[in-house]
């Protein structure tokens, strides 16, 4: 199966598994997965037969942020994402770099992406999760959990520590900022330190807004 026919098989297979329910976990969020990849390969020269498979199956089995197992979610979307892979008869000399790929990209597994492939995977899902699309699913996801946006008496963090269990704004300091910095392709970082300049200028123009 030549690589367009295979895009075409996992985008289907995904279209069943992509929540409907969860805007941050969308099948809109696989295809700018996919899409951010596509473009980390070219740009690193990686093999495209191991990133492409990887970033369409990347959350292959999708366990909620608040559920126990999240943090064991990239290993059991690997070892399911191989057995399908198995069954539509991918190469098998793939499938290991393709289950580390997916295995590395989690920020909760912490798992060390030792191949320029599972970097390239690891950097546009964390990639998603910055900038303008970054923000709608933070707040996509707090919505969902009924999180309250921020605590009014110190919105931003200035006097305490960020708590983002609690406060959707908190997240940003808590994590997303400190994902940018986990980047790491040369070319995901690059992207990354735009996405990061326009988080900060929304989260300028909300102070205004809510701060007399």
Request: net charge negative.
């Amino acid at each position: 199966m030549n690589l367009d026919a295979l895009e075409k098989t996992l985008e289907s297979k995904i279209a069943g598994i992509a929540s409907s329910e969860d805007p941050a976990h969308d099948l809109s969020h696989f295809k700018r997965v996919v899409k951010t990849a596509k473009q980390l390969c070219a740009l690193e020269k990686a093999r495209a037969e191991i990133v492409i498979p990887a970033a369409w199956l990347h959350d292959f089995v999708i366990i909620p942020k608040n559920d126990p197992r999240r943090s064991q979610a990239s290993r059991i979307s690997a070892t399911e994402a191989k057995k399908f892979l198995r069954e539509i008869g991918h190469p098998e000399k793939d499938l290991e770099d393709i289950g580390h790929a997916i295995e590395a990209h989690s920020f909760s597994a912490d798992i060390e992406a030792k191949t320029l492939e599972a970097q390239i995977v690891q950097d546009a899902d964390r990639l998603d999760g910055l900038g303008a699309i970054g923000v709608a699913r933070c707040f996509a996801t707090a919505g969902l959990l009924k999180r309250p946006f921020y605590l009014p008496e110190d919105p931003f963090c200035e006097n305490r520590e960020p708590q983002d269990a609690l406060y959707t704004i908190d997240h940003f300091y808590q994590k997303l900022f400190k994902t940018a910095e986990t980047l790491k392709t040369q070319a995901g970082r690059a992207e990354g330190v735009k996405r990061v300049v326009s988080m900060k200028q929304y989260l300028q123009n909300l102070k205004q807004e809510i701060i007399d």
